[in-house]
C-alpha cells in the first residue's frame, strides 16, 4: 500500500501533541460471531500520574463456555510519553491453552523488543511508536487521528510484530448496545484474500473504539461492540 503524498506524511504516525486521558475508564463489550454472542470483555484503565495499567478479561458464553470454558487475561503496563502510550509489558495469558500464551517486553533505551511464546524468546529491533494490541486500543484516546486521512504503526501481540496501515473516513455511525455513536471508521486496504480490519472511533465519548471487526481470509468475521461504559476523567 503507498502511502499518501508529502503534504500527508505526517498523517502516517502519531503526533507529538497529546491529549489528557482520564484517571480511569471502564468498558465492556460482547463477542459476536455470525450475529452470536459467544464471550464478554471486561476492560479496565488506570492512570497514575505518567503511568498506565490496562487489563483485559475475556470469559465465554451460552455453548461456548460449556465446551471452551476458558478465560483470556491480557494486561499493558507502562509509561505515558509526549507521543502518547509507551508500553513497557505486555502479557496474553489463556487458563487452558496456555501454548497459546505470549507476552512482550518493550526496551526503549536500546530500541529492543523481546517476545516471549511457546516457541522461545526472540528480540527484534523495536520502531518508533510501536503499541501492543491493548495499548493500541487506548493509544486512540489519547492520541485522536483528527484530520487525517491515514494513519500507520507497528503492533504487536507478543507473537510478532506487524505494521497496520488503515484508511480513515470521519463521518460514520456505528449502531452498538451502547448506543448510536458517531464515529471515525478505520480500515485497512484491501488484501490478496478477504482478510481485513475495521475500527469504529466514538468521538463524542474520547474516542474510544466502540466497534471492532476482523474479517478472516475464509470471510469469517469476528465482531467486538461496546455495551457499557464509564470514564473518570
Request: glycine share 4%; aromatic share 10%; hydrophobic share 40%.
Amino acid at each position: 500500500m503507498r502511502a499518501l503524498f508529502a503534504l500527508f506524511l505526517a498523517s502516517l504516525a502519531f503526533s507529538l501533541s497529546a491529549e489528557p486521558l482520564p484517571l480511569r475508564i471502564e468498558a465492556s463489550y460482547d463477542i459476536l460471531k455470525q450475529d452470536i454472542k459467544l464471550a464478554e470483555v471486561s476492560e479496565l484503565f488506570e492512570r497514575n500520574e505518567d503511568r498506565y495499567r490496562i487489563v483485559s478479561v475475556t470469559k465465554p458464553v451460552g455453548l461456548l463456555a460449556l465446551f471452551q470454558p476458558e478465560t483470556i487475561v491480557i494486561t499493558s503496563e507502562g509509561e505515558i510519553g509526549e507521543t502518547g502510550l509507551l508500553p513497557q509489558h505486555f502479557t496474553h495469558r489463556r487458563t487452558r491453552n496456555t501454548e497459546k500464551n505470549s507476552s512482550a517486553d518493550f526496551d526503549w533505551s536500546r530500541n529492543e523488543l523481546a517476545l516471549g511464546s511457546h516457541d522461545g524468546l526472540k528480540l527484534l529491533t523495536l520502531p518508533p511508536h510501536t503499541q501492543d494490541r491493548l495499548s493500541m486500543m487506548y493509544q486512540f484516546v489519547m492520541q485522536p487521528p483528527r484530520s487525517r486521512l491515514e494513519i500507520q504503526f507497528s503492533m504487536t501481540n507478543g507473537h510478532k510484530l506487524e505494521e497496520y496501515r488503515y484508511q480513515l473516513n470521519p463521518a460514520q455511525t456505528a449502531s452498538v448496545p451502547f448506543g448510536n455513536l458517531r464515529s471515525y471508521y478505520l480500515y485497512t486496504q484491501p488484501q490478496k484474500t478477504k482478510w481485513k480490519s475495521e475500527i469504529w472511533l466514538a468521538v463524542d465519548h474520547g474516542f474510544i473504539p466502540c466497534k471492532v471487526v476482523v474479517t478472516e481470509d475464509d470471510g469469517a468475521q469476528l465482531v467486538q461492540v461496546l455495551r457499557t461504559l464509564n470514564m473518570v476523567p
